[in-house]
């Protein structure tokens, strides 16, 4: 199924430009986007992968990771093939690299809005998430889902590499509640080189939507040797706690993956330093994920500093809320920030 890819503009020249990420790209009559998955038919921008789904779960919200937004719900999780970026490292490269590597195929299951929103409801999911492949390059088929989803009380997560235009941005800031944004690192030798991508307009990205109230928590994933230096840690945290103190981070663990099988996974002392230095800018909510570490995936109050969150297990997926329904910490009733119901 092929759908109309509106997010888009017809030029005086007679190409079609994508509006809805960085890369801009500009297509002549039969040509894709780089992200293999829009293309230019009978002159108009089709998105190629409407309605068909690469994978479909029911997931611990926890592992997005969203921590702050609706914590200990379960979220219905689709995402396409097809991305905008070629990082080395994608632990999803078999559906997000698939069309570039398989001549343009398109696989997948039908799922249409209609359905996503039914079984979400069916399985007494909170909301659902655009994931496991890059959500900005299926853009109409999300936002479709999106409202649908939203006429029916549930919510909507993008979790995403922050490529988003902001025209791409506003029109999913009435329905996208919450977002998780990768800040892959903080140079653009690493973006362009591991990702194939640029660094500034992600941040560019992650302040808009801020800006626009999205509740938005970033995840980094720690690699040794190339985005791990105390430098570059520092500049992340530091770009973050600028922004926002009180946005929560995710600092992951590495192992070795798709193009990046010959680097070592990131040690737990790497995830530990990090840690550190996101508190020690004066971040709120620093958290480590893809490893056992409860002290460390777990919510303490900022004012008092007493446990609220309790989280076990790899993805801090079981967990023991002792926040009311308004994020109102039990022992001295300063209200976390988040999206508590
Ligand atoms: S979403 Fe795809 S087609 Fe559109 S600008 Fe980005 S890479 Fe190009």
Aim: with cysteine; hydrophobic share 35%; aromatic share 12%.
């Amino acid at each position: 199924m092929s759908a109309l890819a509106w997010l888009s503009q017809k030029l005086d020249d007679g190409r079609i430009a994508c509006e809805a990420c960085h890369h801009h790209c500009k297509l002549h009559e039969n040509e894709y986007g780089l992200c293999g998955v829009r293309k230019v038919e009978n002159g108009e921008l089709r998105l190629l992968v409407y309605g068909i789904a690469s994978a479909i779960n029911i997931d611990p919200i926890e592992k997005k990771p969203m921590f702050h937004f609706l914590p200990g719900s379960s979220i219905f999780s689709f995402g396409t093939v097809g991305c905008n970026f070629s990082c080395k490292f994608c632990q999803n490269f078999d559906i997000s690299q698939y069309p570039q590597e398989h001549h343009h195929e398109i696989i997948g299951s039908n799922l249409a809005p209609k359905d996503a929103v039914y079984l979400a409801q069916e399985h007494y999911c909170g909301s659902i998430a655009y994931t496991y492949n890059e959500p900005t390059v299926f853009l109409e088929y999300s936002y479709d889902t999106a409202k649908l989803a939203h006429k029916v009380g549930l919510k909507n997560v993008y979790v995403t590499n922050g490529y988003e235009t902001h025209k791409a941005i506003d029109t999913l800031a009435p329905y996208v509640e919450g977002m998780n944004i990768d800040i892959k690192g903080y140079s653009q030798s690493f973006y362009k080189e591991i990702c194939g991508a640029s660094v500034k307009p992600v941040l560019d990205t992650i302040a808009y939507a801020h800006k626009k109230g999205i509740w938005i928590e970033t995840t980094t994933l720690l690699i040794p040797g190339h985005n791990d230096s105390d430098k570059e840690i520092r500049a992340i945290a530091k770009f973050q706690a600028d922004l926002d103190p009180s946005m929560p981070w995710h600092i992951s663990a590495f192992y070795p993956m798709y193009k990046m099988q010959d680097v070592l996974p990131t040690p737990p002392s790497t995830l530990k330093r990090a840690y550190e230095i996101g508190k020690d800018v004066g971040l709120k909510y620093v958290y480590v994920g893809n490893m056992d570490d409860e002290s460390r995936e777990s919510t303490y109050c900022p004012k008092c500093k007493k446990l609220v969150i309790e989280r076990h297990g790899h993805i801090g997926q079981y967990i023991t809320n002792h926040l009311n329904d308004e994020g109102i910490c039990p022992h001295c009733h300063y209200k976390l920030e988040g999206i508590w119901h």
